[in-house]
């Protein structure tokens, strides 16, 4: 898979072992500038803007994923390169947690896991879906529906998400990124999302699920920051609901959301390592 990068990110993490890195690539996201704690309390603080239907408008841009660390082959170990180019912001720590699985499932999960790099279909270019794709990062608004767009590692994806009562469509294909309608709850966007592909994951290391899948989203803007959650329910091969950790994303007004370069899969000298546990989005 090839993909266009806005820098690279410079960590002096020294050398790691390959366990190391494909834990790294699972905890850390890597998000383009989100600003300091200083500067996100002020832009919370700032005054809402709305719609003329009086409802908080979610119009803007909210998140840029930027590549993960440059990493060299060095003997049985992965280097992270501590001299390449760093990008202004990046290497914000987010861990979204991790699904409790029945323990009657938990071998699957590690076969699923220790094959990786055959089975996963997001490293083949395959959509990641909902909710592996993270946070919406361009929210379009009308009083009918909001567009949701994404320039992602796999390609740019899109979902539109009718708030105008509609329900959710029936007798369509499952998809990736489903089938979402959404209403409000006060200042808050609920967003229902149902009819995803069973073959998505939920996230790396073998997080996969059923067709019963359910995600609900919550989306709540307060001044220039949104707050983004996530609830994922599939009680089939889940002990309990995956409440996924919260984002809190500051409006990003000198950037703007960008065509996907081409997705190829990686070649087969990277397959036949099986070491690569990372889709970092």
């Given at each position: 898979?090839?993909?266009?990068?806005?820098?690279?990110?410079?960590?002096?993490?020294?050398?790691?072992?390959?366990?190391?890195?494909?834990?790294?690539?699972?905890v850390v996201a890597y998000a383009a500038p989100q600003g300091t704690a200083g500067a996100a309390n002020a832009a919370a603080a700032k005054a809402t803007p709305r719609a003329s239907d009086g409802h908080p408008d979610l119009t803007g841009m909210w998140y840029r994923r930027v590549a993960g660390p440059?990493?060299?082959?060095?003997?049985?170990?992965?280097?992270?390169?501590?001299?390449?180019?760093?990008?202004?912001?990046?290497?914000?720590?987010?861990?979204?947690?991790?699904?409790?699985?029945?323990?009657?499932?938990?071998?699957?999960?590690?076969?699923?896991?220790?094959?990786?790099?055959?089975?996963?279909?997001?490293?083949?270019?395959?959509?990641?879906?909902?909710?592996?794709?993270?946070?919406?990062?361009?929210?379009?608004?009308?009083?009918?529906?909001?567009?949701?767009?994404?320039?992602?590692?796999?390609?740019?994806?899109?979902?539109?998400?009718?708030?105008?009562?509609?329900?959710?469509?029936?007798?369509?294909?499952?998809?990736?990124?489903?089938?979402?309608?959404?209403?409000?709850?006060?200042?808050?966007?609920?967003?229902?999302?149902?009819?995803?592909?069973?073959?998505?994951?939920?996230?790396?290391?073998?997080?996969?699920?059923?067709?019963?899948?359910?995600?609900?989203?919550?989306?709540?803007?307060?001044?220039?920051?949104?707050?983004?959650?996530?609830?994922?329910?599939?009680?089939?091969?889940?002990?309990?609901?995956?409440?996924?950790?919260?984002?809190?994303?500051?409006?990003?007004?000198?950037?703007?959301?960008?065509?996907?370069?081409?997705?190829?899969?990686?070649?087969?000298?990277?397959?036949?390592?099986?070491?690569?546990?990372?889709?970092?989005?």
């Amino acid at each position: 898979m090839k993909r266009h990068a806005s820098g690279q990110l410079a960590l002096s993490l020294g050398v790691l072992s390959l366990g190391a890195v494909a834990w790294l690539a699972v905890v850390v996201a890597y998000a383009a500038p989100q600003g300091t704690a200083g500067a996100a309390n002020a832009a919370a603080a700032k005054a809402t803007p709305r719609a003329s239907d009086g409802h908080p408008d979610l119009t803007g841009m909210w998140y840029r994923r930027v590549a993960g660390p440059v990493t060299k082959r060095v003997g049985k170990s992965l280097v992270i390169v501590n001299d390449a180019p760093p990008v202004e912001g990046a290497g914000n720590r987010y861990n979204p947690g991790t699904p409790k699985y029945k323990p009657e499932f938990l071998a699957r999960i590690k076969e699923l896991k220790d094959d990786q790099i055959n089975v996963d279909p997001a490293f083949h270019c395959g959509p990641p879906g909902v909710p592996r794709i993270g946070p919406p990062q361009r929210i379009v608004q009308t009083a009918r529906e909001i567009v949701v767009l994404y320039d992602d590692l796999n390609g740019n994806f899109f979902r539109l998400i009718p708030i105008d009562g509609r329900k959710h469509r029936t007798g369509i294909e499952p998809s990736a990124n489903g089938d979402s309608v959404g209403r409000w709850e006060g200042d808050t966007l609920v967003i229902e999302v149902r009819n995803i592909l069973e073959d998505t994951w939920l996230g790396d290391n073998g997080l996969f699920h059923t067709a019963d899948l359910k995600v609900t989203e919550r989306l709540t803007r307060q001044g220039d920051t949104l707050k983004w959650e996530a609830i994922v329910e599939d009680p089939e091969v889940l002990q309990e609901p995956w409440k996924v950790t919260p984002r809190i994303l500051p409006l990003m007004t000198n950037t703007e959301i960008e065509e996907a370069a081409f997705c190829e899969d990686r070649g087969v000298a990277d397959r036949a390592t099986g070491d690569y546990h990372g889709n970092v989005r």
